[in-house]
């Protein structure tokens, strides 16, 4: 499985054709999120499938589609790059030399804390899926931090391309879709509702099994963008506009970080849940649910934030410059 | 000794491979790609971390007694999404290059900004 | 039973691989691409029988949703970039 | 007596499948044209899925397992077809004319 992964990347640096360099990422990706399964990563096996596979290579190709498909100039020294990169390389190997063995129970990144993530966090959160209790409970607070993250990077590039106007009816993206994609689109009027109903269910599954906010956002853009690119990104925006979406983003950093003002209202710390309802127990589950809930929000609509504005910018090259 | 530390070297190799491609491509989008092959090996390096031999997936289940170590894969979780959200800014970035000076290959741009 | 299929379905991934490092075309890439997903989705699937955790089939479902929609992407930036060579006449 | 006809059923299926699995692989190796290799790898990628997951629901029996499984089949059945013709249709509008005694083009 590694080894395929280290032949997709070295065909990465070996390909000139960007467009080819970018189905083998696809592919690293789905390698990856598969090397992620197979040492017991579900959650982030999953958010590597949706992100990874789904929307890195579809945000490459629209970039794509703005700069053009080939490199031109020739390798700078590539004989220095590579002796420093061997170099690099060797020193690295040398320090594995000292690390303790894959997959030793008794290595020290399982002694310190994990030990108690995972005695007691069954008890203590009331929730099966660990990864879910030590991410919006144990480290809430990094994860606002992640996701106050997610939501500027979003506005960067709002600033950056984002036109406002959506795509006319006569536009070339709409005209491509005159291109007789019957079948596609009736295929496509049966799953979005399915994706969309998905997505709600890992957003609200997130505690018993792998799943959670960040991926259900990613998964509930997916549907969105499927739809925009076979229906044409003017008719998407009618549908979901780019200003509501605007408000969302902010709004699902605004639930987190008020659950939080909340918590310390009513006399705990900041983000600890337990003190939302008198049952502790009960009240950590709300919290969790209701940061779940603004992270979901909040990814989702970033998302497909970035991609009209991306889609913006192809439409009308010359607003953005 | 080799079994016990392969996962490490390849890890390694695909980070030195992303790094190649940054230091040696001119190509923006590609040294983006690159980037990302960077990301992706620190990732696998830290799910490696977390694995322990027997265990299984860290979600509580009835007959399971040993589970690997939820902590990095809380951090890369989030880690992901983040990274994707980046790298779309450095997308938006590129293509505003592009629109300003016509060009994504850096020796290109160096020309440019010299004649001005 | 089932580690024979995994093995299988990782010769299958390496036969995709080899595919879409040579293809010559891109459409060939692109079909490479689209089976590599679906063995992916396959071998989510059994790996998490060969685990004994079949929750696992969540990741599986999800594969199978974005690989289509990574292709439908995929396809309609071709048709979008060839109608801007061509200028505009598909 | 039903448990061991389940699973030798079972078995059956994943035997079929990964035949199929495999010859599709072949094909998509070794064909010599974007066509052909599409009539191989869709052609068996749709049953050999099916089977496959066909195996696994026979294993799993009755419960969320099997009714996720059968998602999934559902799901690879509707869009797999559908990925292959958008994929044929874009090949012929993009300049590679189906006829087939055509050559390898570059």
Not at chain 1, 286 to 296: A, F, K, R, S
Not at chain 4, 2 to 21: H, K, M, N, P
């Amino acid at each position: 499985m590694l080894l395929l992964l280290a032949i997709t990347a070295l065909a990465i640096a070996w390909l000139r054709d960007l467009f080819a360099a970018v189905m083998l990422a696809g592919i690293y990706g789905l390698l990856s999120a598969s090397f992620f399964v197979s040492v017991d990563a579900v959650d982030v096996a999953f958010t590597e499938a949706a992100v990874g596979a789904g929307i890195f290579p579809l945000l490459m190709l629209a970039a794509l589609a703005l700069v053009g498909r080939y490199e031109q100039t020739a390798y700078r020294h590539p004989l220095i790059s590579l002796l420093l990169v061997s170099i690099t390389g060797a020193t690295l190997v040398l320090g594995t030399l000292d690390m303790p063995a894959f997959g030793s129970p008794d290595a020290p990144p399982h002694s310190h804390v994990a030990v108690r993530y995972i005695e007691e966090s069954p008890k203590e959160i009331g929730i099966p899926n660990m990864v879910t209790s030590v991410l919006a409970d144990y480290r809430s607070f990094d994860t606002l931090g992640e996701v106050a993250v997610i939501f500027t990077a979003a506005m960067g590039v709002l600033g950056l391309l984002f036109t406002g106007r959506a795509a006319s009816p006569g536009s070339a993206t709409e005209r491509a879709n005159m291109y007789d994609h019957r079948v596609l689109r009736v295929v496509s009027k049966m799953l979005i509702p399915l994706i969309l109903l998905f997505a709600l269910y890992v957003q609200f599954h997130g505690e018993y099994g792998p799943g959670g906010g960040f991926q259900a956002g990613v998964i509930f853009a997916a549907g969105i963008i499927l739809y925009a690119m076979l229906f044409g990104f003017g008719n998407a925006q009618r549908v979901v506009r780019p200003a509501l979406l605007q408000i969302l983003a902010a709004c699902g950093v605004l639930i987190y970080g008020s659950v939080g003002v909340v918590c310390l209202l009513s006399g705990g710390n900041f983000l600890d849940y337990s003190q939302l309802l008198p049952d502790p127990l009960a009240g950590r589950h709300l919290g969790i649910l209701v940061i779940e809930l603004g992270v979901g929000i909040t990814v989702a609509s970033s998302m497909i934030l970035i991609f009209y504005a991306f889609a913006s910018a192809t439409v009308n090259p010359e607003e953005v410059a | 000794m080799l079994m016990e530390l392969y996962n490490y070297w390849v890890v390694i190799l695909l980070m030195m491979t992303g790094f190649y491609i940054v230091i040696v491509q001119g190509n923006l989008i590609k040294k983006l790609i690159g980037l990302n092959l960077f990301q992706t090996s620190v990732f696998i390096f830290y799910i490696s971390l977390g694995k322990v031999s027997g265990g299984s997936a860290p979600i509580f289940a009835e007959g399971v007694s040993s589970y690997s170590n939820p902590l990095p894969h809380v951090l890369i979780l989030t880690a992901i999404v983040v990274g994707i959200a980046t790298t779309a800014l450095a997308l938006a970035l590129v293509i505003r290059i592009r629109n300003a000076y016509g060009t994504v290959e850096e020796e290109e741009l160096q020309q440019r900004d010299l004649e001005c | 039973m089932l580690t024979a299929v995994v093995v299988a379905l990782l010769v299958v991934m390496v036969m995709a691989l080899s595919r879409a490092l040579l293809g010559p075309t891109i459409y060939d890439r692109i079909l490479a691409v689209n089976v590599f997903g679906t063995k992916t989705v396959l071998l989510i699937a059994v790996v998490g029988f060969l685990f004994g955790r079949p929750d696992f089939l969540d990741i599986a479902l999800v594969y199978a949703l974005i690989n289509f929609i990574s292709v439908i992407g995929v396809l309609r930036y071709f048709e979008y970039s060839n109608e801007r060579h061509q200028g505009g006449n598909p | 007596m039903i448990a061991l006809l389940l699973e030798g059923v079972s078995i059956l299926c994943l035997g079929t499948g990964v035949f199929l699995l495999v010859s599709g692989g072949i094909g998509l190796l070794r064909f010599p044209e974007v066509f052909s290799r599409m009539h191989a790898a869709g052609v068996t990628e749709t049953l050999a899925a099916s089977l496959i997951l066909l195996g696994l629901m026979i294993l799993a029996g009755w419960g969320i397992v099997m009714f996720k499984l059968l998602l999934i089949l559902l799901f690879i059945l509707i869009t797999s077809p559908t990925a292959s013709h958008a994929l044929a249709k874009a090949a012929v509008h993009g300049g590679l004319g189906a006829d087939p005694g055509r050559n390898e083009t570059s």
